[in-house]
């Protein structure tokens, strides 16, 4: 009896140990100890530049992972724990994450928040198709334009840690000398492309600026957001344009379900037409950490040679 109760409580303890610890993998840590200022970002492109940017200097945590998106993305409270314990908070703006807009509003009255896409020059974003009064918030896909959002980033830890204002501008400097040697790399890139091949046909409208700035066709079966509905007339208008302008190749995202795209190529086979999936693109979300899709370079070039390698 003795023994089972021993037993019993050698469990119970090892129980305790577990849940402790699942509760604590809510808690952000920094490396080795060291005091460093704590990042919070929506998503991870967003969190690639805070760290390119304040280096050393900063703890980033990305709210959003791999394959999530931004749109319909709500809170949890493993999310508000986080957001409680930043130093700083870098989002996107431009309503990509529409479900949390209060929770930044709210985070703002007693930390450093900062919605990085909202301080470009108006005249460079572009107007949803369908509603002028919408913005495109998929900016990223512009690198110039991705570039005065990121410098949002220096100028706030250049606030609120004013000794390493140099360091951060420094930092800026590498990071966007390397961005434009991407850009240089994706221009000369989709010249592989014929010009009449150039339509890039995806399961939502995130690539508008990156059309406009390499002289592509996009094409979206839903809206700027996930959130807006499609139906069979919208997946019938898209097959009819696949099938009269003869493209052979659409494309589906990491962070969609394939659904809305697969109906657009069944449509299509119906009609006599055979579409392929050109391949997989990062369009809300980058790669897993560790991959070079984890990273903006590498989520970009992953891009570029997938869209260049199916469409030339």
């Known amino acids: 009896m003795k023994h089972l109760r021993k037993l019993f409580l050698m469990m119970m303890m090892l129980v305790g140990m577990i849940v402790v610890a699942a509760c604590g993998s809510d808690e ?6 060291e005091e460093k200022i704590v990042v919070v970002t929506t998503i991870a492109q967003i969190a690639d530049g805070v760290k390119n940017i304040g280096g050393d200097q900063v703890e980033v945590v990305s709210l959003m992972g791999p394959g999530v998106d931004p749109h319909l993305y709500k809170a ?32 703002n009255e007693t930390k450093p ?25 998929h900016i990223w896909f512009n690198i110039d334009i991705w570039q005065d959002a990121l410098h949002e980033i220096t100028v706030g830890l250049s606030e609120y840690d004013s000794e390493n204002k140099e360091l951060y501008e420094e930092n800026e400097k590498k990071y966007f000398a390397e961005l434009t040697e991407l850009k240089e790399y994706a221009a000369s890139k989709i010249q592989e492309v014929p010009e009449e091949s150039r339509v890039l046909v995806t399961a939502h409208d995130a690539f508008n600026y990156f059309g406009a700035a390499y002289n592509m066709e996009v094409m979206g079966l839903q809206g700027l957001s996930t959130d807006a509905e499609y139906g069979l007339g919208d997946v019938q208008e ?11 190749a659409v494309f589906v995202e990491s962070s969609i379900s394939e659904k809305s795209i697969n109906a657009v190529i069944e449509g299509s086979k119906d009609k006599g037409h055979d579409v392929v999936i050109g391949g997989e693109l990062f369009s809300d979300a980058m790669g897993e950490e560790g991959t070079e899709e984890g990273t903006y370079i590498g989520m970009y070039r992953h891009n570029v040679d997938t869209i260049v390698e199916a469409l030339k």
């Open 238 to 248: 898209l097959v009819n344009v696949l099938v009269e302008r003869e493209i052979g």
């Open 76 to 107: 949890t409270q493993s999310d508000m724990k986080k957001l409680e314990q930043a130093d700083m908070i870098f989002y996107n703006g431009l309503h990509l994450e529409g479900k949390m807009l209060e929770i930044f509003e709210k985070m």
């Open 113 to 137: 928040t900062y919605a990085i896409a909202e301080g470009i020059d108006p005249s460079l974003l572009r107007d949803d198709m369908a509603d002028a009064t919408i913005i495109d918030p």
């Open 28 to 33: 952000i840590t920094t490396d080795n100890g």
